[in-house]
Each structure stands twice: as structure tokens, then as C-alpha cells.
């Protein structure tokens, strides 16, 4: 945008200038205060009314009587605080870096624009219109995007970045803009404060105050704990009942509803808007360095980058000397994201003590053991001790499978990759209560069968019926809410939740918890269950092998599913942690859970399972009591190969 601002905006600069055309007063009044980490309860009631409080202080500044300059500078900062803010709602929560923000913001500015100068329609009554039209254009992306799996990272923000351009082009060549930009500079400024650049300091005001609370009551409710697992392992999050394409989809329409917001403001604010300094790089680069600078896992990160950047601007560049003054804060900003990585607000957080704020959401850990009342379950000691049996938190939902009928029935399961024939066509019965053992030599499918049958992968062929109820095809979320959770070979835990959270985030999607306080209650007594509660707040980098396994298994627990699907969980542990979690499968399977379990530890397959099946070569080769079906020579041979026999036998 060359235009410069209509002349109440006493000469600052516009938002579509980027970076180097803010000069913000350094003022930084917006609200900058964290809730402390999630681990602070009452900080948890406090901040809401904080947000509020501050706003309605900052709601003062016009009654002081500041030159209009003042309140323009103002107005920038807050347009960039709910404009990195709405970006971080989808990108910093998610991880799904757009650089598309220049064009939902100039979608809310030309919607704006076009009401106004074609329909004259009151300036407040297209806001809401900026709003939708932005979320309707994000949808519409995000809808088709979304849907293909490895748009992550640089592709999408290329793709976000071309979409800007795209649509740059269109507005240009249309009667939208027409290339010679819309006029509004006789449209009158409604009067919310005594002067026309008051009031857009007073409308940026509460569009950044209604954002930062959106920002915030995500942050700590249930729906932003399911947007920060989807940032760690979107697969794995999915898999654990988070419904990961929503979610997506309602955190980029929010993020875009906000953008448009500011870009109807801006629109009147500038009073001439034009295309081609709108749908361009600069705005979503400026936002992005905010937000990082701030800190993106934060709902207060942005605001904050926000504030120190613009400050930063108008102390070094409102001078005679802007190139170098721009360039002193390129290497303020260089310094800062080396050796703030995290962010300044988490750095500061760290600095007044306080525990990085690597976490999902806003409520306080559950109470101490200590602290715990009597009548809830002991705490088991450490894994592998002799202690009695720690009791399960919650009694396993009880299945509802008929008499006679399987728990899970599996027929002609298929799953081909690219020519590979995973899985061809396996017939599988589980029964209810049972531990099936499903055994075989390297790629003869059983990992693939407990991917298809969470749902990771969809099956080629076949049908999957669990308590009586066709789930074949089934996404993995739904798949995880109709009863049946699973472990991972590797253990895929979420790196920047802790151990806690990681299993709260179980609780709550694959559980039904819809309370975070709740949730991480009960998650504290599952890591009861598994030996973990003094672990509860480490990150999973700082556990051991054997404590990520374990970190699986209660997160396969948490869910309270009827049937968990067990794969290797004991691959790389020590003979002494083998006993350890063979007891704890004994544990899992005395509190309800029929056990499906791929192993390759023999003395566990034995001491274990009820039952077991052998694949080979993607197909059912075997079936019964693991003492009968192992001594077999058809298993045998599949198992050690057929020269090895014979050699054997020789
Ligand atoms: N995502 C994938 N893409 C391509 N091929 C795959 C994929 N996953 C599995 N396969 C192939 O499918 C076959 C079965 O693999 P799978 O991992 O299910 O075997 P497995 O019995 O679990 O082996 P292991 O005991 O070594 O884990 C192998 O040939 C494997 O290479």
C-alpha cells in the first residue's frame, strides 16, 4: 500500500508497509502479562480479566488529549498485535506456517472497501462481512489443502504465499480494485472517540482485546490442546482421537476472521486501498518474525513480538537515520531469535523461575500425591517395584458386544503400498477379554494390521467390525472414540507437551473429557498405573526408552478403550524392564482391556497371551496356543526359513 493514511493518521505509517513502514510508539501498553504456564490456576481466572482490565485502561488514552500521531502509532500496534495473534492461532498452534495472511487481511480490506464505496453500507456493518468473507476464503483453502496429507511446512506456506498472489491478481483485474485502487476518503468515520483517529485507535483496541481472548480461551481449553498435538504429530494426534481435519479448518477460519477484521479497519483507516501493496509477502513476513520473536507456543507470544517490534521501529527508524536504524534492528532481531529460539516470553518466563510454557493449556496440574484425597487410588512406586498392584483410575468402558460375537472381527483385511502386498486379505477374530498374540516373522504385516485397524492406514479391502459396528474406512479419530487405542513401535509421544500432558491429551480425546483440569487428574493416576507420576512433568526427550514405551502404554490407557493395540512395546527393553512390563500388560488386561500384542519377545508371547495368530507374507498362516502353534514346522519355517531346517534337520 503506497497510499499514505488519511490525514487524521497525523503521518504514521500503514500496516501493508510492513515492517520498515511501522514507527509505533513504544508505549506497550497492550496486554503483555503470561498466565504463568498452565500450571497456575488462579493465573488461569485472573487473565481474561486482565486482558479486560487493560483494555479498559488503554480505552482512557483518548480522553488524554495526545496528538492524533499518538493514536495512529497506537492503532498500528494493535492492528499488528491482532494481526500476529490471528496468525499464531493457525500456524504457531498448528505448526502449519502460513504466508498467506496478506490475503485473508486484504479480502477483510476489499470486502470493507467494496461495501462501503459500492453499497454504502455503515462502516461498522461491514466489519462482520470482512470477518466472513476472510473465513470463507480460508476455508474454502484450507478445505481442499488440508485434505493432502504432506502439505506441511515450506509447501504450505509456498502454497499459502501463491494463493496471496493469486488472489492479489484477481482483485487487480476485476472491478474490485479495477488497478487504480478504491477511494473511501468520503466516507465518514463513525464517532467512538472524540477525533476520527481516536476512534481507530479505540476500534483496534477491542478488535485486539476480542483476540487475545480467542487466542487465550484456545490456548487453555480442550480444542487447543488437540491444535498443539496436531504442531507435535498430527498422525499421532489423529490416532488418538483428535479430529485433526476440523480442527484445522475451525483454527484457520478463526485466524482468517481476525485477519479480516483488521483489514476492514484498515481499510477506512487508509482511506485508499490498493492491491498491490496488500497481497504481498510483507505482511505475513512481518507477522511471522513477530509471533517467532514472541514466542508461538504462547497465546500471549505474539502480541508481545508485536509490541518489541514495533517499538523497536519507532525508537531506531522515526530518526534522521532510518537505513541504519533499520538495520541495527535486523541484527537486534538476529540476536534475539539465536539465542531466544523459544521466544522472549518464554525466555522470561524461565528467567522469573517459572516452567517453560512447552504446554498445551491453562489449568493446573492435578493435586500431589500427597494432597490427593484418601479415597482416591495409592500411587504406585516406581516400575518394576514390588509394591501391590497400583490401582486403574477408571473402570475400562464396559463393550456392549453381543454373546458369542467377537469383540473385533476382522475379514479379508488388504493393504497394498504402491505394489507391496502388506496384508492379503487376513481373517482375525479378537475375543473380548482376551490377550491375542499376533506373532511373525520381519514384514509379514502385523504392524500394518494395527495401522489399518486404528485407522492410520485405510485398508484396500476387507471389513473391520468392532463391538458389532461396521468401522471399516473410518477415519482414526472416530475410530479411537468408538473404543480401540494403540501404541506405536517407535514411541511417537508429542516432544513439547510433558509427560502429563501427553496423557491428558488421551484422556481428553480418546476419554471424552471435555474439562483439561479433569483430564489431567485422571491422566496423573494413569501415570500412577504405569510408574510415570514422578515423571509427570519431565518431557518425553528426558525419558529413558523403557519410559517412553511406558509413556505409550498409558496413553493407550488413558482413552479407556476396550481393545488396545500393543506393537513391540517391548523391542530394546532390558530383561528386568520385560518383567516390568509384562506385569503392567497382566495389570491392563486384569482391569478390563482386551489385548491385541506384536512381539517378537518369545518368553513374554508365552507368558502372556491367551492366543495367538501368525502372519507370513500378509497372510493368516497360523492359529491357536502359542506352545502348539510355535512348535508347528509351517511356523517354524517361516520363521527361521526353510534352509535353516533343513539344515537343522540335517
Ligand atoms: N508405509 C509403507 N510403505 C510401503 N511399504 C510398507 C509400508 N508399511 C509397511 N510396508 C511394507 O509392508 C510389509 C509389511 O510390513 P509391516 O511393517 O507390517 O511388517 P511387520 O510384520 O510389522 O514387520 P516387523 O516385525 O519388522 O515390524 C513390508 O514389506 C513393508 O516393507
Redesign the pocket.
Known sequence: MSATPRPHAGGASTLGQGVSALAPSGDGAAPTRTDGGPTQRSGIRKTPLAIVGGAVLLALVPQLGLPAFYDSLLYLMLSWIVLATSWNILSGYTGYFSFGHGAFFGAGMYTTSTLLARYEWPFLWTLPMAALVAALLGVALGAVVFRVKGVRGELFALLTLAVTFVIGTIVVNTPLDGGNGVSLSAVPVPKLGPTPSSTFYLLALIAATATLLIAWGIYVSKFGAGLFAIHDDEDAAEVMGVPTYRYKLIALAISCALAGVAGGIQALFLSYVTAGEVFTITVPLTVVLMSVLGGTRHWAGPALGAIAITALLYSFTAADHAVAGKALIGAILIVAILFMPDGILLRLQKLFGRRAAAVTAGTAHPPSAAARPAAEPTPAHAMGSTAPAPVAPAAVRTATVAAGEPLLRVRGLQKS??G?R?LAGVDVDVREGEILGLL??????????I?VVSGH?EPTGGQIVFEGRDLTGFAAHRIAAAGISRTY?IPRPFGHLDVLDNVALATMFGGGVDSVAAARHQAMTWLEFTGLHEKAKALPDDLNLHQRKFLELARALASRPRLVLLD?VLCGLTPSEIDAAVALIRRIREQGSTIVF?E?VMRAVMALTDRVVV?NH?ELLAEGHASEVMQRPDVMTAYLGKSTIEAAHA
Do not use: D, L
Open positions: 503400498f504402491k507391496v502388506a511373525g516373522p520381519n514384514g509379514s504385516g502385523k504392524s500394518t494390521f495401522n492406514y513401535q513391540e506384536v517378537h502372519f500378509g
